[in-house]
């Protein structure tokens, strides 16, 4: 085994056992970073060029403020009881909470937006009131279905940035792997909510056949989610700045359909200062694999084995996954190796979207997990224990089915 993996291997097992002493999750992880810094590079000079990078980027703001400011509308739509509204109407039209544990996180996911883990865990907590089920679990609920879409829709920034470095057809993508979409839905539902056991009906079920729907409260959840949608999507504008536009515009709002919030209290208890020390520690050790070329050699490594081209691009999707935690990042490095491989092969872009996404459900270093742990205050690797479950699980179907559809 090539030295680089031994390093990464060592890095990974730091990162875990610096976690379960309860060090924090941003410190575990740079702390990852400096050990593979040691043995790779010792350049302190590439240490500064990492934070340079990480502050001077731009997505690297976008995410921060972004976050901040769907925290900022949480606050809102909490504190404004539209949250409890829309549970409740949702609760009258489903007739049970468990249809909206679901529905809620997959519906916010269509969202391009890196913060929006942090949106849709206060309406899973809301919707889990009268069923028997753990912070773990609600975390995992809370990330799995938020994820789901990764596969089918057109507007995710890693799916556009597959299509674009691969040059295949968006459309063709989706009507290749898109049933992956219904097939996580499947799981997650079988193995997550279906077990789940009402404690309280009253809470949990329409027992009194209510269909009384509130307009208002569904107005006021679901408009700043279409309204970022629009902004991001239709005016291409920044996640941050659409966030934060939104977040203004529906103070008045709320004054005027009499459920005003403490503007002081929306922007100042969303300051969580943890999570964003956490957030940026992850980028800056990404920003420093990136430096020192540790990236680059795990690809070289790969690309100089006789391994069969799906396995090369399977396991590089799924290392590059658990490596930097997001689509655009296990895309952006493998994606070119199967444009230079094999020019439009579509299964092999399935192949690394499935196996990257399977890593990135399984990485502490992934911003929805992160983010989703610090807000149910809940254990990470029993959360992680979950996501990787169902993460296997959908591996292991989708080889099957594209060893003996296309092998």
Not at 192 to 198: A, F, H, S
Request: charged letters at 10%; one cysteine or more.
């Amino acid at each position: 085994m090539n030295s680089v993996f031994w390093i990464v291997i060592a890095a990974m097992i730091l990162i875990v056992v610096l976690l379960r002493f309860k060090v924090m999750i941003g410190l575990s992880i740079l702390a990852g970073g400096l050990l593979i810094w040691v043995f790779e590079s010792r350049s302190v000079e590439a240490l500064w060029h990492a934070a340079v990078m990480t502050v001077q980027r731009p997505r690297s703001w976008d995410l921060v403020l972004c976050l901040y400011f769907v925290m900022c509308l949480e606050v809102e739509l909490r504190k404004s009881g539209s949250l409890k509204g829309m549970v409740v109407t949702l609760r009258n039209i489903f007739s049970s909470n468990k249809v909206t544990l679901a529905f809620m996180p997959a519906f916010l996911g269509l969202l391009p937006s890196m913060g929006g883990a942090r949106f849709s865990a206060p309406i899973v907590k809301e919707a889990s009131c009268g069923i028997e089920v753990d912070d773990e679990q609600k975390s995992a609920i809370n990330l799995w279905f938020r994820h789901i879409f990764e596969f089918s829709n057109p507007l995710m920034p890693g799916m556009i940035l597959a299509c674009g470095i691969a040059n295949v057809t968006i459309n063709d993508l989706i009507t290749h792997v898109g049933w992956v979409t219904v097939l996580c839905f499947v799981l997650g539902w079988i193995f997550l909510v279906q077990p789940l056991k009402i404690v309280d009906p009253a809470k949990a079920t329409n027992l009194s056949h209510d269909r009384t729907i509130d307009y208002k409260s569904l107005f006021l959840a679901f408009g700043p989610i279409i309204l970022s949608f629009i902004l991001i999507v239709g005016f291409n504008l920044p996640a941050a700045l659409s966030m934060g536009l939104v977040v203004l515009v529906f103070i008045p709002i709320l004054y005027a359909f009499k459920r005003p919030v403490p503007i002081l209290d929306v922007f100042l208890d969303s300051l969580d200062k943890k999570l964003f020390f956490n957030v940026i520690c992850i980028l800056y050790f990404i920003e420093i694999l990136m430096t020192i070329g540790t990236l680059e050699e795990i690809v070289s490594a790969f690309r100089a084995s006789p391994l069969p081209a799906p396995v090369i691009v399977g396991a590089l999707g799924f290392i590059f996954g658990l490596m930097t935690g997001m689509s655009q990042g296990y895309i952006s490095i493998v994606m070119p190796i199967v444009a230079l491989m094999d020019p439009g092969n579509i299964v092999l872009v399935g192949i690394t979207m499935v196996y990257g996404l399977a890593g990135q459900m399984m990485t502490p270093i992934h911003m929805c997990i992160l983010i989703t742990v610090d807000y149910f205050k809940c254990r990470l690797w029993k959360t992680i224990g979950y996501c990787a479950f169902l993460s296997v699980l959908m591996v292991l179907i989708f080889s099957v089915w594209t060893y003996f559809r296309y092998y």
